[in-house]
């Protein structure tokens, strides 16, 4: 079993910038995500990047603002958004795969470990 938990969500004004980060603990894992839910809407993949190497993904829609990272020693994968806007609002989960899966991969049926998730509101 891979835990993950992440952190740094909060109330940020349009234009703001967050750093979200999913600490995980337990088994190893290969490839992980971030995705994001708004109220009535579907889970939306955001950026998925490798292990090694760190292959990056990112929805096309979502290119330039979001930035994926990993820190493997500290087993830490970061998101970066900048230049939010309101309709960025949503709970942003993080999500790993088991050692040994196929990269890329962008629908949530591919991952096998969930956080919690951590709720970002941007106002206007």
């Known amino acids: 079993q891979v835990q993950l938990v992440e952190s740094g969500g909060g109330l940020v004004q349009a234009g703001g910038s967050l750093r979200l980060s999913c600490a995980a603990s337990?088994?190893?894992?290969?490839?992980a995500a971030w995705f994001r839910q708004a109220p009535g809407k579907e889970r939306e993949f955001v950026a998925a990047i490798n292990s090694t190497p760190s292959y990056t993904m990112y929805a096309d829609s979502l290119k330039g603002r979001f930035t994926i990272s990993r820190d493997n020693a500290k087993n830490t994968v970061y998101l970066q958004i900048h230049s939010l806007k309101p309709e960025d609002t949503a709970v942003y989960y993080c999500?790993?795969?088991?050692?040994?899966?196929?990269?890329?991969?962008?629908?949530?049926?591919?991952?096998?470990?969930w956080g919690q998730g951590t709720q970002v509101t941007v106002s206007s």
């Open positions: 337990g088994r190893t894992f290969s490839r």
């Open positions: 999500a790993a795969a088991i050692p040994g899966s196929v990269w890329p991969a962008r629908e949530p049926n591919e991952y096998n470990y």
